[in-house]
């Protein structure tokens, strides 16, 4: 096949609809009526001949030939904007988009404050923050779909360049009359039989107790779903269930909520955060900026 005959836009709807699995989605990202991203698709199937997509009433997923042109295509999206980074800053500083992908406190916690100080520096950059588990962040940056990850625990970052950014503990709230209150200590899995206050279950820190539940052999009795941690204290405070948050959350929350905090024995509570990138020295002006003041802010 010609290579002029690729076209960017058909190959930024790709990205976008096999990362959102699902045609109307994928469009709406790109900006496509989905007419004339079926078009598209269609299009590029025949050019190429072959499938690219898998259909089903659940939506769409990439047949091992639209893996390949996956993986291609987030390796073109990143050289050009090493390419728009590199050739803007001869003129305006430095401009362009971050991808970037982060567990649950970094985003409640850390990143806000961070971020805030960088754009208002670099009010040329932008920035794509999504929250997900450590596992599928790592996953993510290898695979080039975004640029940088914040991530937690022994997740497999063979390959990838590691930097270590802060320390964080997690924690059990319980109500301040609660019979543990005055432990000051507990081990997870004798709070396993409680009932618990959650985030909700798209939130990575939800997906991190299931699993040290599942490890322990138990799975969690879950009263009641909450979208922050505000909420889940409210709750805690209000005797629903405990609740697993955050060290640096707990004490920001505990002066103004009716409850007690509880450290947790086991070795996993401690957790390392990390930044994780492909290369260091392969990533665009900006995206290295923003890696550079991550690490110097602390």
Known sequence: MNPLRYDLVDLRLYVAIAEAGNLTRGAERAHLSVGAASMRIKNLEEALDTQLFTRSSQGVSPTPAGEALLAHAHRIFREIERLHGGMQAFSRGVKGKVRMFANTTAISEIL??????????????????????????ARAVADGGIDIGILAGTVQTDGLDVLPYQRDRLVLAVARDHELARRGRIDFAEALPLNFVSLQRDSAIHGFTEKIAADLGASLSIRIRVSGFESLCRMVEADVGVGLLPGSVADRLAASHAIAILELTDPWALRELKICVRKLDELPAFARALVDHLIGVG
């Open 112 to 137: 806000p404050a961070a971020l805030g100080r960088f754009l208002a520096a670099h009010p040329q950059v932008d920035i794509e923050l999504e929250e997900r588990l450590s596992p599928e962040i």
